[in-house]
């Protein structure tokens, strides 16, 4: 060996040796010699950040840039998925016949509403997804004390004011892109709002009580944070024609908004406030009048001590104290009826009815 020894003949370990590599491919074999024969377990295989991108779905392009780890993409790729809400899907159908009428009489012309879907997602999510420019309105519904956010997009704008402005039929509005909205755009679709708000109103009042009114206008999503980004939220998607010209107006309520009516919200129907149903009406009054009552007669009413109770014994003799031919009451449960006379009908005991008690009174739920 050409590498340097000590003293006692033992090659020293910090003099330069020229046949390490030799030496390393001898371990090598060695080592795989011994894993072969079953004496030393082989070390466990390590993936690579390829095959860990892979596993997770990652592009290969994106995998040496991306920031989210794994779990981030997996949490952040997730559909909203919440409770439907089937009667505010009712309350929106109100509001597009409503806003029909109303809308014909603002602009005096043909205008058809129509509610192209309803969606819940995050209201983070929402704010990305925005086209600009745009008009954004911020509404508090007052009797449940939060907000809620009306999108109107740019072709809305520009036909509404072009329709309120005596533009011609027929004509598409010319459209400015790329500067702020006048005074004159802005009050405008102010106007257009509040119509549409009290639509609104309108739309929830026989589900309940509520009134949504107008706060701000705003053109940057930015201003408009009326939720958490990670909250979810219900958006309604409008559209509005009004011959050759139109847009879109999207309404977004948060769940949170809609939590103190969420109990109505989760009815099926409401038949004593949206309409009444006369055939099962009419079916359960016809069984009603089918139904077995039981009635009683009450000869006596007394009032004894519990240890008198107690002492009763069979043979034992309780005085009434209603004379022969006074008159009884009837009851059904703890309702008094009527007031009658007890007799005998051929072999039978009878009750004469001779008047009507008065009801007693219960207090309207």
Request: net charge negative; aromatic share 6%; hydrophobic share 40%.
């Amino acid at each position: 060996m050409s590498g340097a020894a000590g003293q006692d003949g033992v090659p020293d370990d910090d003099a330069p040796r020229d046949d390490a590599p030799d030496d390393d491919e001898a371990l090598a074999a060695a080592w795989g010699a011994a894993a072969g024969d079953g004496g030393i377990a082989e070390p466990a295989r390590v993936l690579n950040q390829a095959e860990i991108d892979s596993l997770l779905g990652v592009d290969g392009g994106d995998a040496g840039g991306a920031d989210a780890s794994g779990i981030e993409r997996i949490i952040s790729s997730g559909l909203v998925s919440y409770e439907r809400l089937p009667m505010l899907e009712i309350v929106f159908d109100r509001l597009v016949r409503i806003m029909s009428t109303s809308l014909r009489n603002f602009t005096s012309d043909n205008v058809e509403v129509s509610i192209d879907n309803i969606v819940s997602l995050r209201f983070g999510d929402y704010l990305n997804s925005i086209p600009l420019p745009a008009m954004l309105a911020v509404f508090k519904a007052e009797g449940w004390d939060n907000y809620g956010l009306m999108v109107v997009d740019s072709a809305m704008i520009y036909s509404i004011v072009d329709v309120l402005l005596g533009g011609r039929r027929g004509t598409a509005p010319m459209r400015i892109e790329g500067r702020p909205y006048t005074t004159i755009e802005r009050s405008l679709v102010e106007r257009l709002i509040r119509v549409v708000l009290a639509d609104l109103t309108a739309s929830f009042d026989p589900l309940c009580p509520v009134t949504f009114r107008f706060e701000r206008l705003e053109v940057n999503p930015r201003f408009v944070a009326i939720s958490r980004l990670s909250n979810a939220a219900v958006l309604a998607r409008l559209r509005i024609d009004m011959e050759d010209r139109g847009g879109r107006m999207e309404l977004l309520l948060p769940y949170a908004t809609l939590e103190p009516v969420r109990e109505l919200l989760l009815q099926q129907f409401m038949g004593e406030k949206f309409g009444r149903d006369s055939i099962w009406e009419t079916h359960l009054a016809e069984e009603l009048w089918g139904t077995d009552v039981d009635l009683e007669i009450v000869l006596d009413e007394q009032t004894m001590r519990l240890s008198d109770v107690m002492a009763l014994r069979p043979g034992s003799r309780i005085t009434l104290n209603t004379a022969p031919g006074a008159p009884v009451t009837l009851r059904c449960g703890n309702v008094s009826l009527f007031e009658g006379r007890v007799g005998r009908r051929k072999s039978r005991v009878a009750v004469r009815i001779e008047r009507d008690l008065p009801r007693p009174v219960t207090p309207h739920q």
